[in-house]
């Protein structure tokens, strides 16, 4: 019995959708492939974007599907509006938090053959029996690189002669009940699913450049719920891991120790909110309305220097198990010597300046790149991974598009991640 729930096929169409199902929000966008005069010009126009807070969720789990139907819905129909386009599928985010990483290394007999698109097939036939467990499903099965013989690192071995062909595999993989309640609830919404992707591997895609992903970057994307590391080497996605603290935690961190509503948490976080501590904050006060009372009746003063205090705590945490992970090798190291900082909670002021004092390492801020449009959301942090899942969807077509004419192997696994979805 496959498990693998059945697609349709990738759309022809040169409009993409992109839901994001997040902690915080529920965020669509649609966009249409731009006709490029010059290779400078981005290759997607934003025309359309909806937000909506996130309901039905708790802790990554759906636990209200008419709910987080209500939400999908109303960012939908924003940008449907916005647009001016309906759109009949999607392509949507897995969280991080749900995938996860297994290495596969398989390897075939060639006799002294050159290596042709057969010898790849055969590869791809032998991972049915990967041991991937009976309650996962894959998401993306990724080439970190190929083999003949005893040399290694190789990118394309198509043409290449010798005894053996081998390739290391990274498969990611996610809860089959989780993908099956999400393609219900997106179902409800009269919806098709063209493909699901994981959200730090989106994130990817939108935010760094090609020399980065080349030559090893370390992403760490701070949502709201969890914050995502994924690692990129050699133009692939490499490893990916999740901490359980994002900006939500803040929010909740300010609120318990303000004694404040989250909404007047939140508000401070965005208003006052920086890492950067300054002699001033202890004599500067900060206007605040306790629990219980009206958001207009600011009752209660604390000084800056308490809010930067307990802001920094929690980012110094999460730069901590981000650490933690390194020396278990959860994150490789030659990766980890470039790292970019994505997310809603990367535009608190400071951040960058205290990651690359923690870390010993080159940080910069990552925004999404390769889009054109008049709405100034395209290039904010928090909308990375949606921008990711249109650059994913416009790949799609591209490859789509040139598979008669093209035999290069990325354009063949891109192909056969496919297939695997649709008969592994």
Known sequence: ??????????????????????????????????SK?????????????????????????????????????????????????????????????????????????????????SHLKRLLSLNRDISIPQDRQVIHMLPIGYEVDDVKGIRDPLGMIGQRLAVLLHVVTAPVGMIRNLTSCVGRCHLDIADFVVSPYA?????????????????????????????????????????PIGGANITNDIARGLAAPLVQAERLKTLYGTLIASSSDDRESIMVAQMGESI????????????????????????????????????????????VITGGT???????????????????????????????????????????????AFQDFESNQSTALSMNTSSFWKRMNGWIKHNF
Not at 369 to 374: E, F, I
């Open 1 to 34: 019995m496959s498990l693998f729930i059945k697609r349709l096929p990738k759309p022809k169409s040169e409009v993409f959708a992109a839901l994001d199902i997040g902690t915080s929000k529920v965020c669509c966008a649609i966009a249409r492939a731009a």
């Open 37 to 117: 005069k010059n290779q400078d010009q981005a290759s997607l126009k934003v025309a359309g974007i909806g937000y909506q807070l996130s309901k039905g969720l708790r802790g990554g789990n759906i636990i209200d599907l008419e709910a987080l139907e209500d939400s999908i819905l109303n960012a939908v129909h924003a940008a449907e509006q916005t647009a001016t386009q309906n759109i009949n599928s999607v392509y949507v985010a897995i969280p991080g938090r749900w995938a996860q990483s297994h290495r596969v290394k398989v390897e075939i007999q060639l006799s002294n053959h050159p290596v042709n698109e």
């Open 203 to 243: 994130s990817g895609l939108s935010t760094l450049v090609d020399d980065e992903m080349e030559l090893g970057v370390t992403l760490i994307d701070i949502g709201a719920g969890q914050t995502s590391v994924s690692t990129f080497i050699e133009g692939n996605l490499s490893s990916l891991t999740t901490i």
């Open 296 to 339: 207009h009746d600011y009752s209660h003063q604390i000084p800056k220097g308490l809010l930067v205090h307990i802001i920094k705590s929690r980012i110094e945490e999460i730069f901590e198990l981000i650490i933690n992970k390194v020396q278990a090798h959860e994150i490789d190291p030659l990766a980890f010597q470039r790292i």
């Open 346 to 392: 990367s535009q608190l002021q400071g951040i960058r300046e205290m990651a690359t004092q923690y870390f010993g390492r080159q940080v910069r801020l990552g925004s999404p790149n390769g889009l054109s449009g008049t709405i100034d959301l395209i290039q904010s942090p928090s909308f990375s991974t949606c921008a990711g899942l249109l650059q994913y």
